[in-house]
């Protein structure tokens, strides 16, 4: 996507505002527009990476100090009963912007975010154990920490 469409792209470049929180080499940080509460941010890769599969490890690892930076920041001024961390990942999962984010939501006791999924049984063992061999030999071909 270029960054005249990518809205995350253009406050990387400082072409669009946002109340920018915290920058790294590779990463920024600032509030989101339509927040779940007041103070829920977002760490966005300065690169244009479409989701969390796109992004190289050493920008992975730059988003999780950020992460662990403006979580701790957010705590210690807003004082939220908990925070949470997610990344939406392709529409299905609910992402809306394709450019990598993570979220950080502060939570407040009776502030009416639900989390609750309608939880799946396997059928037997033998069922869960082909969905563990298949995502298994997946992980041999594609790790390449080894290497």
Do not use: W
Not at 88 to 105: E, P, T
Not at 138 to 145: A, L, R, T
Request: charged share 25%; with cysteine; proline share 5%.
């Amino acid at each position: 996507m270029h960054k005249d469409i990518c809205p995350f792209c253009r406050i990387v470049a400082g072409e669009a505002s946002a109340e920018i929180l915290y920058e790294s080499d590779s990463t920024i940080s600032f509030l989101d527009i339509n927040p779940i509460n007041y103070g829920h941010a977002l760490v966005v890769s300065k690169g244009h990476f479409r989701d969390f599969s796109d992004l190289p490890d050493d920008v992975l690892l730059d988003a999780t100090r950020s992460l662990k930076v403006v979580s701790r920041a957010i705590l210690e001024s807003i004082r939220p009963a908990g925070f949470n961390i997610f990344n939406n990942n392709g529409a299905a999962a609910g992402q809306s912007v394709f450019h990598f984010h993570i979220h950080i939501a502060p939570r407040f006791e009776g502030d009416g975010m639900k989390i609750r999924p309608q939880l799946k049984i396997y059928e037997s063992p033998e069922h869960m154990s082909e969905y563990a061999k298949v995502i298994r030999e997946k992980i041999k071909v594609n790790d390449k920490s080894g290497e």
